[in-house]
């Protein structure tokens, strides 16, 4: 079974930057793809973010423009650079699989999370 284990989180002021990295091993479902997803303390979860093999990204509305998904497929290492952060971006931080490989697919497996918190 697939392991997903985040890292890189932490606080930063408003308009700051962090990049979270998702360290990815075990054999995972080959139509699964990577992504990201959130959950702030009182609200539901929202994905953000995926990445197919190809290379193909897709975005929640909320995050484009500031948030960049990428992969190291040697290291199988998957990153959410993260610009332009606000207080609305505080949350903990999920890397998961998703299928289909949009930020609307169903979330398969998730990490243990990452806190980022922003503030203002």
């Known amino acids: 079974q697939v392991q997903l284990v985040e890292s890189g989180g932490g606080s930063v002021e408003s308009g700051g930057s962090l990049r979270l990295s998702c360290r990815i091993s075990?054999?995972?479902?080959?139509?699964?793809?990577t992504g990201w997803f959130r959950q702030g303390s009182r609200e539901q979860r929202e994905a953000i973010a995926t990445?197919?093999?190809?290379?193909?990204?897709n975005y929640a509305d909320s995050v484009k423009g500031r948030f960049t998904i990428s992969q190291d497929n040697e290291k199988n290492i998957v990153y959410l650079q993260m610009n332009n952060l606000s207080y609305d971006d505080t949350a903990m931080y999920y890397c998961?699989?998703?299928?289909?490989?949009?930020?609307?697919?169903?979330?398969?497996?998730w990490g243990q999370g990452t806190q980022v918190t922003v503030s203002s």
């Open positions: 998961a699989d998703f299928f289909p490989c949009v930020v609307t697919g169903d979330i398969k497996y």
């Open positions: 075990g054999l995972g479902n080959p139509y699964y793809c």
């Open positions: 990445i197919a093999d190809n290379g193909t990204t």
